[in-house]
């Protein structure tokens, strides 16, 4: 059709049950995505074994809501290693408000940063439910149309996971990315092993 990569609901502009339709399917597919993949580490979770009882000791990417899976209020904490990263463990961080929290290898800037970005998010959309931006900015942004509005939506969740990917790129200065591998690989691997040998005992 020729058109440009920001005109991509051109298609079912005019028709509001299928582009309300398109992104249902949208949501419904990442949802799905998710959810199956649950499901999996579900299905391969060992309650019964006393060393892996936690769910992220089998390789259960299970992370509860940021603010408190750091800081250890609803989840195990983060990983804190050593100056030289010879020996770490899994515990709670208390936040670093001051400078100091603008340092990548202090672990309590971490925690701070999930509460600050919280608290920002739950303030922000306050703000845009309870404010009406000026007709000036209102027409010059075009936000009568639905086009523009999605457009936003879409701008915004890439620049949040531009964030992700930035903070997931430096994170091995607190997340040693071998240890991370080494947890799901070894969790799931053991988990298949133990489950095989139980059948064999059985048969």
């Given at each position: 059709?020729?058109?440009?990569?920001?005109r991509?609901?051109?298609?079912?502009?005019?028709?509001?049950?299928?582009?309300?339709?398109?992104h249902?399917?949208?949501?419904?597919?990442?949802?799905?995505?998710?959810?199956?993949m649950?499901?999996y580490?579900?299905?391969?979770?060992?309650?019964?074994?006393?060393v892996?009882?936690?769910?992220?000791?089998q390789?259960?990417?299970?992370?509860?809501?940021?603010?408190?899976?750091v800081?250890?209020?609803?989840?195990?904490?983060i990983?804190?290693?050593?100056?030289y990263?010879?020996?770490?463990?899994?515990?709670?961080?208390?936040?670093?408000?001051g400078?100091?929290?603008?340092?990548?290898?202090?672990?309590?800037?971490?925690?701070?940063?999930?509460?600050a970005?919280?608290?920002?998010?739950?303030?922000?959309?306050l703000?845009?439910?309870s404010?009406r931006?000026?007709?000036r900015?209102?027409?010059g942004?075009?936000?009568?149309?639905?086009?523009?509005?999605?457009?936003?939506?879409?701008a915004?969740?890439?620049?949040?996971?531009?964030?992700?990917?930035?903070?997931?790129?430096?994170g091995?200065?607190?997340?040693p990315?071998?240890?991370?591998v080494?947890?799901?690989?070894?969790?799931?691997?053991?988990?298949?092993?133990?489950?095989?040998?139980?059948?064999?005992?059985?048969d």
């Amino acid at each position: 059709m020729g058109l440009p990569w920001y005109r991509v609901h051109t298609v079912v502009l005019n028709d509001p049950g299928r582009l309300l339709s398109v992104h249902i399917m949208h949501t419904a597919l990442v949802a799905g995505w998710a959810g199956s993949m649950d499901l999996y580490e579900l299905a391969v979770f060992d309650l019964s074994d006393p060393v892996l009882d936690p769910m992220w000791r089998q390789g259960v990417a299970c992370f509860g809501f940021g603010a408190f899976h750091v800081t250890g209020l609803y989840g195990p904490g983060i990983w804190v290693s050593d100056p030289y990263e010879l020996t770490g463990k899994v515990q709670p961080v208390n936040p670093a408000w001051g400078v100091e929290g603008f340092d990548p290898f202090v672990p309590g800037g971490i925690a701070s940063h999930h509460i600050a970005a919280w608290t920002l998010g739950i303030l922000a959309g306050l703000f845009h439910l309870s404010v009406r931006p000026p007709q000036r900015l209102y027409k010059g942004l075009r936000m009568e149309n639905i086009e523009t509005v999605i457009s936003s939506s879409i701008a915004a969740v890439f620049f949040a996971a531009f964030i992700v990917a930035g903070t997931m790129w430096h994170g091995s200065a607190t997340t040693p990315i071998d240890y991370l591998v080494l947890l799901v690989i070894n969790g799931i691997r053991d988990t298949f092993n133990k489950k095989y040998i139980e059948e064999l005992v059985l048969d």
